[in-house]
């Protein structure tokens, strides 16, 4: 046991070097996006061409305020829409008892897993040089203090949910799902749960609290940092279902990663990877543009279809073959 746990230490160890190396993502995202054009049966393109490393795109202040705030609001999403799944619990009945407390440490690690994913996915989307910051590491790597700094974002988002899924406490899951998928399509709500969480936790860490109106005052954005986030979200989805995996079921990530590679991954490990990756797909869409969040498939987990959810696993595998390489 001893060595197989100083493996998964070594093995962990490389990936955390390469989370935060530039050079590596920016290959990693290029091999991500050739994945995706191969998976949908297309040529792939030219992942930055010259105009990309001058080209700019517009955002705006109130957008780019949503999309680094509601990141825990997707976790949350996510991570009550799997304990649901697995458990057979509503996902309000699974809301409630985590915002009573009354969730296991298993269930709390989870959560805790999908607020790192979703907060990594936006990083690059914000300055790609975020990537670089020592704090952007592994997650079973973490210090105590940050995993609980995003479990905190994470219950932020559930008392704002709770207000509006309460009243669906003795409704079928349908429509709960239905509920939810009304409110991440909502670009008002969207806005409303990121203030929310940015207004709460600011409190919580003894931060001054500046009020502000949020308006439509243009942000450039580079062309460049937007393509190289917007095709690493597989690849932060992979690291997170690789250190779920070591943490609870002692699993090697070489030994995940081949398994990935190979096709022979457990139905039940592959289903959490596709979780993942939905969780840090959606977490990059608001910094792509708010509208992006109306969209069909930006819904919850229970409505995706096949064919959505292989479209995530081509970019996990694809993610798998390159990392297992370095190990």
Known sequence: MDNNNDLIEKELLVIDSLLRNEKFSITMAAHLDSAYYVGVGETPQEFITPEDETNTFQSSEKTEFIATNIAGFYALECGI??????????????????????????????????????WKASQPFRDLERIKRPIFMVANFLPDEEIKKDYH????????????????????????????????QDTNYAFMMAAFIDSA??????????????????????????????????????????NYLAKTRGLTPSDVLKAIVDDSLSEEN?????????????????????????????????????????????????????????L
Request: hydrophobic letters at 45%; a positive charge.
């Open 81 to 118: 829409s799997f304990i649901s799944s697995n458990s057979g619990q509503s996902f309000v009945s699974v809301l409630k008892n985590m915002l009573e407390g009354k969730i296991d440490s298993t269930e709390i690690l989870i959560l805790n897993r999908f607020a790192n994913a979703t």
């Open 153 to 184: 974002q994470v219950q932020i988002a559930g008392r704002k949910l709770w207000e509006s899924m309460e009243v669906l406490a003795e409704s079928p899951q349908e429509a709960q799902m239905q509920k939810l998928r009304s409110l991440l």
């Open 270 to 326: 592959l289903q959490l990877f596709a979780r993942f990756a939905n969780a840090t797909w959606k977490a990059g869409q608001p910094f792509k543009g708010l509208d992006r969040i109306k969209r069909e498939t930006f819904t919850p987990f229970y409505f995706l279809s096949k064919p959505d959810i292989d479209k995530d696993l081509v970019q996990i595998k694809a993610a798998a073959g390159m990392l297992l390489q370095y």
């Open 201 to 242: 936790y600011a409190a919580t860490q003894g931060q001054l609290q500046v009020s502000k109106e949020w308006n439509d005052t243009p942000v450039l954005k580079s062309m460049r940092s937007q393509k190289i986030a917007s095709s690493l979200a597989g690849f932060y989805a992979l690291e997170s279902g690789i």
